[in-house]
Nanobody, 121 residues
Framework: QVQLVESGGGLVQAGGSLRLSCAAS????????VGWFRQPPGKDREFVAS?????YYADSVKGRFTISRDNANNAVSLQMNSLEPEDTAVYYC?????????????????WGQGTQVTVSS
């Protein structure tokens, strides 16, 4: 059974930083692309970043967020700097059964439960 568990969310002031982590189990992690998505209040879920052999970012977070992976520990992190109130959302970790970054929600086979990030102005 595949499990993805996010941690690291919380409340932070604008301009601050948070680091989200995603712990994966039950899948060949080193052969899986992993992505972060977010769902702001009242809006649709949107792509944030993805990592496979390469990384890919949404324009809205490029230069502020960094995705990284630790295959030895089956974990992916999202370092978020210079946070803005517009970054407030529930952040989800997602994994694919294959390599290859994707911005598409249907491309991901497994999802975590999400972690809340709130950025105050």
């Amino acid at each position: 059974q595949v499990q993805l568990v996010e941690s690291g969310g919380g409340l932070v002031q604008a301009g601050g930083s948070l680091r989200l982590s995603c712990a994966a189990s039950g899948l060949p992690f080193s052969k899986s692309a992993v992505g972060w998505f977010r769902q702001p209040p009242g809006k649709d879920r949107e792509f944030v970043a993805s990592i496979s052999a390469v990384t890919y970012y949404a324009d809205s977070v490029k230069g502020r967020f960094t995705i990284s992976r630790d295959n030895a520990n089956n974990a992916v992190s999202l370092q978020m700097n210079s946070l803005e109130p517009e970054d407030t959302a529930v952040y989800y970790c997602a994994a694919r059964d294959k390599m290859g970054v994707s911005t598409s929600i249907p491309a991901y086979d497994y999802w975590g439960q999400g972690t809340q990030v709130t950025v105050s102005s």
